[in-house]
């Protein structure tokens, strides 16, 4: 009985173990062919991505054989989208140089699939175009810089400009202005800039000899940037004043440009043309993209126009994409609007360390007058005689005398109409005259004028024609000629038959 029933039990135990045997073998089947999809997919993407470059480098090619440079801009506007894309085995296929593929060994066993092609595209008995090579180690710059690889980002660029600097062709300038931009980026990232900065000169001197517009443009951004990032004010300015930056330059580097001005008028104290120069930056910039400089340049021109006494219009803090980045300036632009001098003195101590990385925080303080003036502003329209101990304790000032100091400079700036009897001890306020009496109204609408001139000025120099032909659909002067002659004798023969109708 017990040999049956341990018969019986071995039955079992090997029915279920012949069953999970098998359900394993199902399982690893069923997930081999999902681990295969996944690489085909990924092969197919790659070769796609492949065949996309490929085509970007036929548009260079057929740009240096007709000499158009809007071939070349076509395939620089598509960088975003090309990075997003870049891999090793789509790197190694297109890669012709063998000093670039030392910058992809690290990457090459974890990031190359199986079946993919190690031999380079490019290679061919056929020599590469120098627009090509190194458009392509501009890409393998990009990857590098991605993987957060910085100190062989640096060895890269170096290569990079070796070669665009040996290279004296003007086929190639719209790349060179763009391995201008990634050379100085990768020095940024390392904390070298100043090493870069006579290069920067160098080459923009001979961008200027060379009217390479494009070049010129990156490399004056490029030594602004790089003037900023240490402070340099005023070499910043003497660049700005000395060089003449070219009218033919993308809007994306005029954009840049404002900003630039912006920021160095702003510390000069020349706050309507720093906020003039904002507002172009962010007129000129993507509506779509380039959100973070949206919001950088929105920063600023908020905290410039809180400098020139104005408050900046609610709707700019409800925007979507910039809500969250200027909560902290919104609640600055209520304390300024308040004239509450204890709640700005919060949010400096709350969000000091933002305002310092937005590089606004020097300009910040220069606020606590104006938020003293609003307070004394509002005070003067509210009250028409207080002593100087009150408006003190309304300020949180230490002592009265302070506030009597503040009111003096109050009432020479003009900020308001009232007299201050240091005997009596107290400040009397004077009626507030009307605005339309003076010439406010008139100089504002002057400002009007001006930007909305501007703007058709730019937006008619902005218009492209096509090329000769404008010529092809006017008539020749022979036929000109020929039309006239068949008018009048059409018209004499018109004159004739009504000479007939009349006998």
Not at 219 to 241: E, F, G, P
Not at 331 to 359: C, H, I, M, P, S
Request: with cysteine.
């Amino acid at each position: 009985m017990l040999d049956f029933t341990w018969n019986i039990v071995l039955k079992r135990f090997t029915s279920c173990t012949k069953m999970t045997v098998s359900t394993d073998v199902e399982m690893k089947n069923a997930a081999s062919p999902s681990a295969e999809k996944e690489k085909e997919k990924k092969v197919d993407v790659d070769a796609q991505s492949i065949q996309e470059i490929k085509e970007q480098i036929k548009q260079i090619e057929k740009a240096v054989q007709t000499k158009e440079q809007r071939f070349v801009l076509r395939v620089l506007r598509s960088l975003p989208n090309t990075r997003r894309k870049l891999t090793v085995p789509v790197l190694k296929t297109l890669i012709s140089d063998a000093s670039l593929t030392t910058f992809l060994e690290d990457e090459m066993e974890t990031d190359e699939p199986s079946g993919s092609s190690s031999h380079p595209a490019t290679k061919s008995s056929a020599k590469v175009l120098p627009e090509v090579d190194a458009y392509i180690h501009l890409l393998v710059l990009v990857r590098l810089i991605d993987n957060k690889r910085y100190e062989d980002a640096v060895i890269c660029s170096n290569k990079l400009m070796s070669k665009i600097t040996s290279e004296n062709r003007r086929t190639s300038d719209l790349i060179a202005a763009k391995c201008y931009f990634y050379h100085s980026r990768v020095h940024e990232l390392t904390n070298s800039l100043d090493k870069v900065r006579s290069f920067l000169n160098a080459r923009l001197r001979i961008a200027t000899l060379r009217n390479d517009f494009e070049g010129q443009a990156v490399l004056i951004n490029c030594l602004l940037r790089n003037y900023l990032h240490y402070n340099l004010y005023d070499q910043a300015d003497k660049l700005v004043s000395k060089s003449a930056f070219p009218e033919n330059a993308s809007n994306n580097e005029w954009a840049r440009f404002h900003f630039y001005l912006g920021r160095i008028k702003a510390v000069r104290l020349e706050y309507s043309t720093a906020h003039k120069n904002l507002v172009q930056a962010l007129r000129k910039a993507p509506q779509t993209a380039a959100v973070g400089f949206r919001q950088t340049t929105q920063k600023l021109a908020v905290v410039v126009e809180l400098l020139l006494g104005d408050i900046p219009d609610r709707q700019i803090f409800r925007q979507a994409m910039l809500r969250r980045a200027l909560s902290p300036y919104f609640q600055l632009t209520q304390a300024v609007r308040l004239g509450e001098l204890q709640k700005f003195n919060e949010v400096l101590k709350t969000y000091g360390n933002l305002f310092r990385t937005d590089y606004t925080f020097k300009l910040i303080l220069r606020l606590r007058h104006n938020v003293i003036k609003t307070a004394i502003r509002s005070i003067g329209s509210s009250y028409s005689r207080i002593t100087p101990a009150k408006i003190a304790e309304k300020l949180g000032l230490e002592s009265p005398e302070d506030a009597e100091f503040i009111i003096a400079k109050a009432i020479r700036d003009g900020v308001i109409e009232a007299t201050l009897d240091r005997e009596k001890g107290y400040m009397q306020s004077k009626e507030s005259a009307d605005i339309y009496c003076t010439v406010e109204p008139q100089l504002a609408f002057h400002q009007r004028i001006a930007f909305c001139l501007d703007l058709h000025n730019q937006s008619v120099k902005a218009m492209r024609y096509p090329p000769k032909s404008y010529g092809k659909d006017l008539e020749s002067a022979e036929e000109r000629r020929e039309r006239e002659q068949q008018d009048l004798e059409l018209a004499k023969e018109m004159a004739e038959e009504d000479d007939d109708g009349f006998p």
